[in-house]
């Protein structure tokens, strides 16, 4: 049942989020105006000073900036962010035809990370100090600090170059998924492995426990049945922050597997300057992130009746 | 039953200091003391493998697609960008401090305003964020310490805040309060110190981000400009070779490696060492 307190907190979350994008808003728009000249900025270095001054006054720099700001932020809640500068297609189309690309790469990354994460965390937890338990904390210190972009030239070089086993670019095929979600995934698998041992073994440390095990419950069914279920909840908040953070590695994991996805589109439209995509994909990253962090918080109260609101 | 991996508690901060003492060593003594220039090379001596000799010169780490050698690049290289990340960690940690001081002692409108800006620096991806600022203002060291700085504060205020909010209410800072200390000299003499210690454990822990993130920069080619070597372009130059150099990439990747995993398990050490203290 829902509870007027819960239904409290889920409106406050929902305008906690609504502020930030707001505030997001701001910060996306203002960066363009940084060095003062945004026209200057967004015009080819050779543009004339009557083209320059032509572009202004197409794209309205002339207005006051209060009024380009509502302009801009009634725009978003159209779901209109501008033209691409490059391709003279509205941004948002741009984003929306990358979308599957990354989304289908994200979600493969995280499914791995998740499951062996998930898997290797709690055989560590259970034979805690073993030597199990020390190669697995190795892995995943090291899956931790390597960064994306060397360990994916590092698998090009050994499975593409070297054992010719997978392809090294392209999207299409499952062998082309399979090293760009390796290299995605790592640093998750890592983070959940580390995560998951940690929760577990502090779980098993508490009295209700030692109960089950007093009264002669296999250690198995210990694990399953009563420590896993509440060593979850801290490994599914950092999920859903994890999920959304996923679109930093998405950039350059993208640009090195040349894999068609919104990371890369927001590299190329910072390289060549086309700020309406580049608007668009950080207003974008920053929604799934409130959206995710929103729904974590919301499942948190559900799966943790011990939260008091 | 004693195992090798459980006997010394404090073997990982040894590992720890051992990676860091090298890095530091590399960044230090090599460009004070390696004869040869990071930005000069000889075109007559490309892509030479490691340990090889040119006229009578030694390249440990071999050449580049120039023929300038690694060891000299990946020296300065290192110095550079520890030298970026570190001065943004101390923007992100005074920035973050001063502000979680103020939202936590002052409270009310003050404290929303503050952790509402945490939140929206926190939705923000960074890497997009960087990259954004760094298109609009130019690419150079300056500026992309600055940036990274500003971007980095959030996680210090959260903590500063927190820890403010349980100083605060401690008798000490009470009765100081009654003897009539400003404001001003509470929050620096009184809550400040107890912030030290906290900070200075989050700042091990978040330098692995700082490191990757300003390498990932410079892998994109939006970080400090060629012929300027920092971690991420060494990386970001040598990958068009790893068919014919993989070493281009090998060694700057084992650096930021090391430091990582240095930062990571000092940290963890440190962690556990308040923990115990606490207990």
């Known amino acids: 049942m829902i509870s007027v307190k819960t239904l409290s907190f889920i409106t406050g979350r929902a305008l906690q989020g609504v502020v930030v994008m707001f505030g997001v808003s701001l910060i996306v728009f203002f960066a363009l105006f940084l060095t003062g000249d945004p026209a200057a900025l967004m015009m080819p270095p050779e543009a004339s000073r009557a083209e320059i001054e032509a572009f202004r006054q197409a794209m309205g720099f002339n207005d006051p900036v209060l009024v380009q700001y509502l302009r801009f932020v009634g725009g978003i809640l159209h779901g209109e962010f501008g033209n691409s500068l490059r391709f003279q297609r509205p941004a948002l189309d741009l984003l929306l035809d990358r979308l599957p690309a990354t989304a289908l790469l994200a979600f493969v990354a995280l499914a791995w990370s998740s499951l062996l994460g998930f898997v290797l965390g709690t055989i560590a937890a259970i034979r805690q100090n073993s030597g199990i338990d020390f190669a697995i904390r190795v892995i995943s210190l090291l899956g931790q600090a390597i960064p994306v972009f060397w360990l994916a030239l590092l698998l090009i070089i050994v499975f593409s170059l070297n054992l010719r086993w997978l392809p090294s670019s392209g999207i299409g095929t499952v062998q082309q998924l399979v090293l760009p979600s390796l290299a995605l995934g790592a640093y998750y698998f890592s983070a959940i492995t580390r995560l998951v041992r940690a929760s577990l073994i502090e779980v098993l440390g508490e009295n209700y426990i030692r109960t089950a095990r007093a009264k002669g419950i296999s250690n198995w069914r210990i694990v399953v049945h009563h420590a896993l279920r509440n060593a979850l909840i801290p490994v599914i908040t950092v999920q859903g922050m994890y999920f959304a953070s996923l679109l930093g590695g998405a950039l350059i994991t993208e640009i090195i597997f040349a894999w068609p996805g919104i990371g890369r589109l927001a590299v190329d439209s910072i390289q060549t300057k086309d700020f309406p995509v580049v608007q668009a994909v950080v207003i974008f990253a920053a929604l799934v992130f409130v959206v995710m962090n929103f729904l974590v918080d919301i499942a948190y109260v559900f799966l943790n009746p011990r939260i008091r609101l | ?279």
């Open chain 2, 1 to 279: 039953m004693t195992r090798f991996w459980t006997v010394r508690r404090n073997a990982d901060a040894v590992l720890a200091v051992a990676l860091l003492a090298a890095v530091a060593g590399l960044c230090i003594l090599v460009p004070l003391l390696w004869p040869l220039d990071p930005t000069r090379g000889l075109l007559t001596a490309t892509f030479r493998p490691p340990m090889s000799v040119v006229d009578g010169q030694l390249h440990p780490l071999g050449t580049d697609q120039l023929g300038r050698d690694l060891l000299a690049r990946l020296g300065l290289g290192t110095a550079i960008s520890l030298g970026i990340v570190l001065l943004a960690a101390v923007i992100s940690v005074v920035l973050g401090t001063v502000l979680g001081m103020l939202a936590g002692y002052f409270g009310g409108w003050l404290d929303i305003v503050i952790m509402r800006a945490v939140d929206i620096q926190l939705a923000i991806p960074f890497i997009l964020l960087i990259l954004l600022i760094v298109a609009v203002v130019g690419p150079s060291m300056g500026n992309l310490v600055v940036v990274l700085g500003v971007t980095g504060w959030a996680i210090f205020a959260r903590v500063a805040r927190a820890r403010t909010l349980e100083v605060r209410e401690l008798e000490y800072v009470e009765a100081s309060r009654a003897i009539g200390l400003s404001n001003t000299a509470i929050i620096f003499r009184h809550v400040l110190p107890n912030i030290v210690g906290p900070q200075t454990v989050l700042v091990t822990l978040d330098l692995p981000r700082l490191i990757i993130l300003e390498a990932s920069v410079g892998f994109l080619g939006l970080g400090v400009q060629p012929p300027t070597p920092t971690l991420g372009n060494l990386i970001g130059e040598g990958r068009s070779f790893i068919l014919l150099a993989n070493w281009l990439v090998l060694y700057p990747g084992l650096t930021i490696g090391a430091l990582v995993v240095g930062c990571n398990l000092l940290g963890d050490w440190l962690v556990r060492r308040a923990d115990r203290r606490n207990a």
